[in-house]
């Protein structure tokens, strides 16, 4: 009987913080350019630009799907989704001809007419921001922008717009019905804000006071925590000015500033901006976990030679702990934008008997079933047929040389699972390794 050797690859990580994280090139493949704007669930929104693509459209707003890695056009006009929620991908129509006019449109996931929700006698609108049939940005009405929040289940609409903001208010973050944006008070000076209630036009007001002259805005929320930024750091609050956390990484020496765009739960994604040389101030994508200490540089994954920039515009932790970030990536020399997903998954960790542990490990990965806990949100890969060639798996060199059945004769690209762990071999100090695990799977008319 024929059988292949499947070697189980490890691959020291430089930067620990890296462990576990993935990304994903999610750029169509008839696209200029692309980006993602906003996640939730199964769905990420965003825009894809052509210069040869459907008639008469140089961008088009655009659903993403997480889980199938593919993309389906919201509209056939010129258009931009900002947010995504359950029911609802958010953003704008650009007005023909016009590019600097828009109009605030809505599309609804289970299918349907776009909507468009320009307010009565407003100039122009945007939406920004979408939670449950909640949707939120900005509508200017005879010169100043209006922070504005639509009800889509009623019809309802809230213009949060207050007597200080000498020029203008927008909100840019919803979680349920409360809101976080920013206020122009006027001389070039905004202040984040929070919203606790949207029917409510109180609010308040984020900005410590400490930076006057370089202000704040807040750009999202979830639950109890707001992100934005104070000055030229990230920002994180809990609600209150004096709850104010700054999650600029100022041991860098290179870092000049930072912003935090997206937040869920315990998680704060966005950028920071590089001062490496004259001329060349590349931003990185970045998260972090509550604190400056937990920075993370989530451009590090990526291939120096190919991106140049990169931004991470929101993020989103399913009900176990796996963290999806979205984004894009900016190509060297001045090329476009590429759509990115930057994903963490959470380990499935098991114990198994010391004694020939890799063949237990083995048969857990081919045969078994994921655990209990996980049971509802994976599936397995491997074809039901697939089988171990022979009962022990032996280890040679530190390496588990896995022999599975003729019905296994070709390696499929993706990845089918990670494991992080520490080893701490004699001559070497402990460190961190990835095992990344391949499907192997029989190609159509494949004999023994």
């Known amino acids: 009987m024929k059988a292949l050797i499947v070697t189980l690859l490890s691959a020291m990580l430089c930067q620990p913080c890296i462990a576990g994280w993935q990304v994903t090139r999610a750029n169509p493949l008839d696209a200029d350019w692309s980006q993602l704007m906003s996640v939730s669930g199964r769905y990420a929104v965003g825009e894809i630009a052509y210069t040869s693509g459907p008639p008469n459209v140089t961008v088009q707003a655009a659903l993403y ?182 999650l600029h990484p100022e041991w860098i020496p290179t870092a000049l500033s930072s912003i935090a765009r997206g937040v869920d739960k315990n998680v704060q994604v966005g950028l920071v901006v590089y001062g490496i040389a004259y001329g060349n101030v590349p931003t990185h994508a970045s998260v972090w976990f509550g604190s400056a200490e937990s920075f993370c540089d989530l451009h590090s994954l990526l291939d120096p030679s190919y991106y140049r920039d990169s931004v991470a515009n929101d993020v989103w932790v399913d009900e176990i702990g796996n963290i999806y970030v979205v984004g894009y990536g900016a190509v060297v020399n001045g090329g476009p934008a590429e759509a990115l997903v930057w994903t963490y998954l959470v380990p499935d960790q098991r114990w198994f008997p010391v004694t020939n542990p890799a063949t237990y490990v083995a048969e857990a990965l081919i045969d078994g079933a994921p655990s209990p806990w996980l049971a509802a949100s994976v599936a397995t890969a491997f074809p039901e047929q697939l089988e171990l060639a022979q009962r022990d798996v032996p280890v040679r060199s530190g390496i588990a040389q896995v022999s599975l059945s003729d019905t296994a004769l070709e390696i499929e690209p993706d990845v089918l699972d990670l494991d992080v762990h520490e080893v701490a071999p004699p001559a070497e100090d402990a460190h961190l390794h990835l095992d990344v695990r391949y499907l192997v799977v029989a190609p159509p008319g494949a004999t023994a």
């Open 65 to 246: 799907d997480l889980k199938m890695g593919t993309w389906k056009a919201l509209d056939t006009r010129d258009t931009t989704a900002n947010a995504v929620s359950d029911t609802w991908a958010a953003g704008f129509l650009y007005q023909p001809g016009n590019a600097s006019v828009v109009k605030a449109t809505a599309w609804p996931l289970a299918g349907g007419p776009a909507r468009d929700l320009q307010p009565t006698g407003a100039l122009t609108s945007k939406l920004t921001s979408a939670s449950g049939q909640l949707l939120a940005g900005s509508a200017q009405f005879s010169g100043k922008i209006h922070a504005y929040v639509w009800d889509i289940a009623t019809g309802q609409q809230y213009d949060l717009h207050p007597a200080a903001a000498l020029s203008g208010s927008s909100v840019s973050g919803l979680d349920g019905n409360r809101a976080a944006g920013t206020l122009g008070l006027g001389g070039g000076v905004t202040h984040a804000v929070l919203w606790n209630d949207v029917a409510n036009e109180d609010y308040v007001d984020l900005d410590p006071g400490s930076l006057p002259y370089y202000g704040s805005e807040a750009l999202a929320l979830s639950g109890g925590s707001q992100v934005g930024r104070l000055g030229k750091s990230a920002a994180l609050w809990h609600g209150t000015a004096e709850s104010y956390v700054a």
